[in-house]
Structures are given as structure tokens and as C-alpha cells.
């Protein structure tokens, strides 16, 4: 699993709020319902938490999670095409 930049630094930020929050991972995956075996996958960058999870993680640590989903790219229009020879004759 690779993660981009963004993912990394949440992955950080979310390890050292689990790391302050005085609980262990044993506790907080009690608390939230969050398997120990899906937490044990994050904290040694194995996996990534889905949505679901990391809100509820992210609310039981005192986070917020915001999902900025990048701008799909605009389709330019699609080029006239050329003929070779001569141009054919408008159309009355």
C-alpha cells in the first residue's frame, strides 16, 4: 500500500492524537467498535481506515475529518476533423 501525502500526514495526525489521548488502542477500538486488528493495520501502515471508521475514530478522539474530493478535469470538446484534398462544397 502506498499513501500519498495527504494520507500520510492524517495517518500522523491521527496516530499522535490516539498516542495523547492517554488510552490504549485496546480501549479506544472497545469504545468505538473499531476491530483490533483494523487498528493494528493502520498504526503499522498496512491499511487505512474506511470513511465510516475514520469518522468514528475522529469523533472519539475530539477530530474532524474533511474530505475535499479534487475537481474532476474538464473534458475539452473533441477537435473537428480534417479532410484531406479539397473542401467539400456547401450545402444550400
Not at 9 to 37: D, F, H, N, P, V
Amino acid at each position: 500500500m502506498v499513501m500519498d501525502k495527504k494520507q500520510t500526514k492524517l495517518s500522523e495526525e491521527i496516530k499522535a492524537a490516539i498516542m495523547a489521548s492517554g488510552q490504549t488502542r485496546y480501549a479506544i477500538c472497545k469504545a468505538t467498535g473499531i476491530s483490533e486488528a483494523t487498528m493494528s493495520r493502520f498504526i503499522n501502515a498496512r491499511g487505512w481506515f474506511g470513511r465510516e471508521t475514520l469518522d468514528v475514530l475522529a469523533a472519539h478522539l475530539g477530530m474532524s475529518v474533511t474530505v475535499n474530493h479534487p475537481k474532476p478535469p474538464v473534458e475539452k470538446p473533441p477537435k473537428a476533423k480534417r479532410t484531406q484534398g479539397k473542401a467539400a462544397p456547401a450545402k444550400r
